[in-house]
């Protein structure tokens, strides 16, 4: 399995790239009054509104940084069939691909109820390495919200 | 991974193959782009901050609707020959290189320009303009800045000729293409398909099944 791998505060993440819509440069994105505090912004891709998550701020670390390498990642809405509905994920040192072999031994997550879930955790060389899934690394109230913003039925 | 350590020094200008070449990781990697040490050199300019105005040339790129590519469409390769802006398709374009020497071939002269060396293989090359009866001066003359050699493929026939400038690989709607005005040389016109305007440039797309026939029998 090749992995997109990037960095959510200090844990190396890595993301099925066949998840993966596209990788885009952090835009300048505006910050919605009233929105969650999880929402980094919305930007408009190609006409269409398109919500971005600072996993960093949502996992409870610092926001993540202005840097190049700092880019969004652009996955389809769990749930909509025809995949019109995209959202977007803001990390760090979205810069690498990674070959991880299918079945490869891993731990899963120990998460609070609520809490965010960065997926299961392998091996990675001497570091540890956490398996992103995108249907499990929003709390369900965060869930929802893109579900009911994307007009997708819940 | 190796436990190279990674140094905020630039030891590719140093020990590497920028320096004396001492260094002894130069063994396993033979050039220092192979080396973990100088790709995570590389990666540190990511870790700069975005520079001013990219968010939002970005946030402009990305908010602007999808081209409707809709329709018939052939990339071409736009270049200039003399004074005259010509296009071929792609699909018989090998390769675009720098300008190499070309060897003449005693007793032979006309279209055939001579031998060139292309990673290691002859080609003949030939003068377009000639193939073509391009006589018209070049508006700017060719200079090494701009000047290329392109080689072309199809079947088992492979030419090189040398070109003044090539601009770049454009989309053209199969619909757009105009037929060539009567001012352009007989010649011209046998092995042209039209023209297309390019940046209020009129440009010749070349038939390339007519144009491979013409250098086959031309030098048999």
Known sequence: MLLLTFQIGPEAVGLDIRRVREVIPR?????????????????????????????????????????LSSRIILLPVAGDAAGEHLYGILAAQVADLREVPDGVPAMNSLVEDGGIDLGSTVADGGGV????????????????????AAGVPA | MTALPVTPTDCWNRIGVRGDRSCPELVQHVHCQNCPVFGAAGRRFLDAPAP?????????????????????RESVLVFRVGGEWLA?????????????????????????????????????????????GITAPAESPTTPATGRLLLV????????????????VHRLPRGELRRSPATVSRAAADLSRGVFHHRNLAVGVLDERRLFEVLRTKLR
């Open chain 2, 153 to 168: 493929r199809r079947d088992a026939d492979r030419w090189v000729f040398p070109v003044d400038a090539v601009d770049q």
């Open chain 2, 52 to 72: 001013v105005g990219y968010q939002d040339e970005w946030a402009a790129r990305l908010a602007a609707p999808v081209e409707d590519e809709g329709g018939d």
């Open chain 1, 27 to 67: 835009v300048r994105l505006q910050r919605p009054t009233g929105g969650p505090a999880w929402l980094a912004g919305v930007f408009v891709y190609h006409g269409r509104v398109v919500p971005v998550i600072d996993l960093h701020q949502l996992a409870g670390h610092a926001p993540c940084p202005h840097h």
């Open chain 1, 129 to 148: 390495l956490r398996l992103l899934d995108p249907e499990r690394m929003l709390p369900a109230a965060a869930r929802r919200q893109i579900l009911l």
């Open chain 2, 88 to 132: 071929l398709s792609v699909h018989v374009l090998v390769e675009v290189s720098n300008p190499k020497p070309v060897h003449r071939v005693p007793h032979r002269t006309g279209i055939l320009a001579g031998l060139v060396n292309v990673r290691g293989e002859l080609h003949l090359c030939v003068h377009l303009a000639k193939v073509l």
